[in-house]
């Protein structure tokens, strides 16, 4: 029955993905797969069989180049280059679905599956690999408060990917010295966040997220990602992360 459903999944994502439209492609990995003494061999046997071409589509279809880097882009600890990369990429789809400014956008930093883009070829796979999820982009008015309450969660947990307009200090689990858009902090302000709905629903400990109406933006941060990377590379760029300054610093 599961190979079945595989089966099912295999074919619908073959002849519905393309690479301008690249929506809820499933998820396919060894997880789907039955195995031990409850799976009928002869239904393996047959159902692998009827499978095969369509992998080799799916395959096909992963393997497709979507960019180009010329080095390697790390996720890294308190602030690395894909941190900032992916986070600019979330800041700048919020800003272009909400036609208005956005302040800042956060992604946990485990929401990163892998812990660099290779240098060279970048295929539709890998960023799947480096993003499997299916989480939407959400947009938050948050307080100020709120704001230093959630930099503080980033800082105990050792630092997340954050974009440009957004900038503070870790002093031991506690952000200090946190600039907005080149202002320190205003806890009595109002701010807008993009991130994902997964911290907007509560996750990483992120509770006090729910308390905010959500503005769900339709788009997956997987497809604004590739949607980017395509665009790039049709302008004719290479994949890079535009600002090395990091965002987030150890206070000295």
């Known amino acids: 029955m599961m190979l079945r459903i595989l089966f099912c999944t295999i074919v619908a994502s073959v002849f519905t993905i393309s690479c301008r439209n690249v929506q809820h492609l499933a998820n396919v990995s060894n997880e789907n797969m039955v195995t031990g003494a409850e799976t009928d061999p002869y239904e393996d046997v047959e159902m692998l069989s009827l499978i095969s071409p369509y992998r080799k589509a799916m395959d096909s279809t992963m393997g497709e180049v979507i960019g180009f880097t010329d080095r390697e882009i790390n996720r890294k600890q308190p602030d690395g ?150 665009d790039l590379t049709a302008e004719g760029h290479i994949i890079r992360e535009d600002d090395e300054s990091p965002r987030i610093h150890l206070k000295d």
Do not use: C
């Open 81 to 230: 280059p894909l941190n900032r990369m992916v986070a600019d990429i979330i800041h700048q789809t919020a800003e272009e679905a909400l036609e208005r400014p956005v302040s800042f956008a956060v992604q946990n930093y485990f929401g990163l599956r892998i812990d660099a883009l290779p240098e060279g070829q970048i295929t539709l796979g890998l960023i799947y690999e480096l993003m499997p999820f299916d989480n939407y982009l959400v947009v938050l008015e948050l307080s100020g408060a709120t704001v230093k309450e959630f930099t503080n969660l980033i800082a105990s947990l050792g630092g997340w990917p954050v974009s440009h307009g957004i900038e503070f200090e870790i002093e031991g689990d506690s952000a200090v010295n946190i600039m907005v858009n080149g202002e320190p902090l205003n806890k009595s302000a109002s701010y807008t966040l993009a991130t994902n709905d997964y911290l907007a629903n509560g996750g990483d400990n992120a509770f006090f997220l729910t308390e905010y109406e959500q503005y769900n933006t339709g788009i997956l941060i997987r497809d604004a990602l590739i949607y980017y990377f395509i």
